[in-house]
C-alpha cells in the first residue's frame, strides 16, 4: 500500500477532500503526519493494521497482524480477506463487508465489532475489530485495528465462572445472604433470606431494615452496630432480635463486612444471618434444667438434714409436755415451739416436693373432680375479698396422678394469686384437654417435656402480675417478691409437675396479671373421650 494511503482521514467525505489532504507537490500539509511517520506508526502499532479494496482483497498488513494471523506479508497481501475469517462465519463476514462498504460514501463510519478470527494453524482467535470506512482517490476501502481478545474473553470467562459459582452458593446456602446500601436498604435477597424472614425478595429490594425485620425495640441495639459498620467495622458479628413478615420474633446470629468499591469507600454492607431461635431456646433449657438439677440436689439434702433436726425438737416438746409439774407459763412455750416446728416441717415437705423426695401415689384422676372437690376449701382460706369462679371440662380424660398433690398445686396457685391480687378480685380456674406443640414447649418448665395431649389446669388473676425476669426465676427454691413469702409454693408444684411428667407455662405482664397453665400427661390409653385443642399459644392475650 502507498504511503499516502496511511494518511487519508478515515471520515473524509469525498475525493476533493482528500486532494486538500495530500498535495500534488508532496508537500506535507501544516499539523499533519507524514507518510513516513505514519507508516512507522502503523509498522510498530501491537495491534494488527490490515486494509481492504472494494474486492475484499488485503491491500496491507503489519507486523502485530502476522504475529496475530500467522502470516507473513507477503504471503496475504492481494488475497481475500476471508482467509483469516472461519469457514461458519464467512457468509455473515461478506454480506457485513458489502453493507459496509455502501456506507462509505454517504456515511464514513468507524465501529467495534466483537468476533473470532482464523489463525493460519487453523485455531480460533477471538478478536475486537474497529472497522474504519475511508476513501483513496476517491475509492471507499476499509481499514480495521485489531485486538486479541483471547486473554480478555479468558478473564471474562474466569469472571463469569466465579460469579456463577458464588451465585450458586448464595442461591443455595442455608444461611440469609443481605446485602444493604449505605441507608440501610435492601439491595440483594436471597432464598434463604426469604424462607427466614417470609419476604420474597421482590418485597425486600429497596426496603428500610427498620421497616422490613429490626423491630422497634431492638432499633437501640442495632444503631451501634451500623455506625460501625458505616466506620469500616470490618468484625461485626452481633446476636439480635428480629421479627418475621407475620409479626413472629426470632432471634438471628449476624455476620457483616463493609463492602468498599476500588477508592476504599464503602459502598454498602453485606450481611449474612442465622436463625439461632432453636438453638437459644435449647441453649436456655439446658441451663434451666442444670440449674433446676442443682437445686433439687441442694433442697433434698436441706430437706433431710432438717428433717431430722425437727424430730428431735418435736419429739423432745411431746416429752416435756408429759411432765406434770409443767408450769402454765412453760406449757405455752412448748406450745410456741410446736406451732414453729410444724411449720417448718410443712416447708420441709414443700422442700422434699421439690427435690422429687416426697411422697407420691400416682392413681387414675379426674383432674375435674379434683378441682370441684377442693375449691370450697380454697375459697375458704382466700377469704370474702376473692371469688374463684370455676370453668371445668365436663369429660376429661383420666390421668396418672396423686390426688392430694394434685390439691396442693391448685392451693399453691390459688395463694399466689392471692397475694397478687390484695385489693380482691376474681381467680378463674378451668380445665380442658390441650395438644402441646414443640412452639408452645419452649415456654414450658421443665423444658424435657414431649410434644403430645395434656390435661390442662389454668388458674388466671387480675393481680399485679411480674416481669419477665421475675418469672424466669418463679420457680427457683426461696426466691420471692414479698416480705412475708418463703419462696417454696411454686417450687413445691415445679417438683409435683416433674413427678407427674408434666409442665407449666407461666404467662404474665406487669398490671395485666398473671396465667399459669399446668399440664398433665394424658396415657396413650387413657378411658374417656374429650374434645382436644391444639394449644399453640398466639390466643394468650400476652401475645405469646
Given amino acids: 500500500m502507498a504511503p499516502s494511503q496511511w494518511l487519508q482521514p478515515p471520515f473524509t467525505p469525498s475525493a476533493e477532500r482528500t486532494s486538500d489532504t495530500i498535495g500534488t507537490t508532496g508537500e506535507t500539509p501544516t499539523g499533519a503526519v507524514s507518510a513516513e511517520v505514519a507508516q512507522a506508526l502503523v509498522a510498530l502499532c501491537h495491534r494488527a493494521v490490515i486494509t481492504a479494496d472494494p474486492r475484499g482483497r488485503i491491500r496491507s498488513w503489519n507486523a502485530a497482524a502476522q504475529q496475530m494471523f500467522g502470516y507473513r506479508a507477503d504471503e496475504v497481501v492481494g488475497r481475500a480477506v476471508t482467509i483469516l475469517v472461519p469457514p461458519r462465519l464467512r457468509r455473515r463476514h461478506r454480506a457485513a463487508f458489502k453493507a459496509r462498504l455502501a456506507q462509505v460514501a454517504s456515511f464514513p463510519f468507524a465501529s467495534t465489532v466483537e468476533t473470532e478470527g482464523l489463525h493460519r494453524e487453523g485455531r480460533p482467535v477471538p478478536v475486537e475489530a474497529l472497522v474504519m470506512g475511508l476513501l483513496h482517490e476517491g475509492k471507499p476501502l476499509l481499514a480495521a485495528i485489531i485486538h486479541d481478545a483471547s486473554r480478555q474473553r479468558q478473564v471474562v470467562e474466569q469472571l463469569n465462572e466465579a460469579l456463577q459459582r458464588t451465585q450458586f452458593h448464595v442461591e ?45 425495640d431492638a432499633m437501640s441495639v442495632v444503631d451501634p452496630v451500623w455506625g460501625q459498620l458505616m466506620h469500616g467495622d470490618a468484625s461485626s458479628h452481633s446476636l439480635n432480635d428480629n421479627v418475621r413478615k407475620d409479626g413472629s420474633r426470632l432471634k438471628c446470629e449476624w455476620f457483616n463486612t463493609p463492602l468498599r468499591d476500588s477508592q476504599g469507600r464503602i459502598r454498602g454492607v453485606a450481611s449474612m444471618a442465622m436463625d439461632v431461635t432453636e438453638r ?28 431430722s433436726l425437727l424430730t428431735v425438737v418435736i419429739a423432745n416438746t411431746a416429752l416435756l409436755r408429759s411432765v406434770k409439774a409443767l408450769p402454765p407459763r412453760a406449757r405455752e412455750y412448748l406450745d410456741l415451739i410446736e406451732q414453729a416446728s410444724f411449720r417448718a416441717s410443712g416447708l420441709i415437705e414443700h422442700l422434699m416436693v421439690y427435690a422429687r423426695t416426697g411422697r407420691h401415689n400416682p392413681q387414675p384422676t379426674n383432674l375435674s373432680k379434683v378441682v ?44 399466689n394469686a392471692m397475694q397478687a391480687s390484695e385489693l380482691g378480685g376474681t381467680i378463674e380456674v378451668s380445665t380442658g384437654v390441650t395438644a402441646l406443640t414443640p412452639s408452645l414447649l419452649r415456654h414450658c418448665t421443665p423444658a424435657d417435656v414431649p410434644p403430645g395431649r395434656y390435661v390442662e389446669l389454668t388458674v388466671s388473676d387480675t393481680g399485679c402480675g411480674m416481669t419477665k425476669d421475675v418469672v424466669a426465676r418463679v420457680f427457683d427454691p426461696f426466691f420471692t417478691t414479698r416480705p412475708q413469702g418463703h419462696g417454696l409454693g411454686m417450687a413445691a408444684v415445679l417438683g409435683i409437675l416433674r413427678q407427674h411428667r408434666g409442665a407449666a407455662w407461666v404467662e404474665s405482664e406487669p398490671q395485666r396479671g398473671t396465667r399459669v397453665h399446668i399440664y398433665i400427661p394424658v396415657p396413650p390409653k387413657a378411658s374417656g373421650k374429650s374434645r382436644t385443642r391444639r394449644h399453640s399459644g398466639p390466643e394468650s392475650r400476652f401475645g405469646v
Fill in 280 to 307: 437459644t431456646a435449647v441453649e436456655t433449657q439446658l441451663r434451666d434444667a442444670q440449674k433446676m438439677e442443682s437445686l433439687g440436689v441442694l433442697a433434698s439434702g436441706l430437706a433431710h438434714d432438717f428433717n
Fill in 372 to 415: 370441684r372437690g377442693i375449691v370450697p376449701f380454697v375459697q375458704r382460706s382466700l377469704g370474702p375479698d376473692h371469688l374463684i369462679r370455676t370453668r371445668l371440662a365436663g369429660r376429661l380424660p383420666l390421668v396418672l396422678a396423686d390426688h392430694s398433690q394434685l390439691e396442693q398445686i391448685l392451693l399453691n396457685l390459688c395463694m
Fill in 172 to 216: 443455595r446456602m442455608p444461611l440469609a445472604h443481605i446485602v444493604w446500601d449505605t441507608d440501610f436498604r435492601v439491595v440483594d435477597w436471597n432464598p434463604a433470606a426469604a424462607r427466614i424472614f417470609g419476604y420474597t425478595q421482590a418485597e425486600a429490594i429497596g426496603r428500610h431494615a427498620y421497616g422490613l425485620i429490626v423491630p422497634t
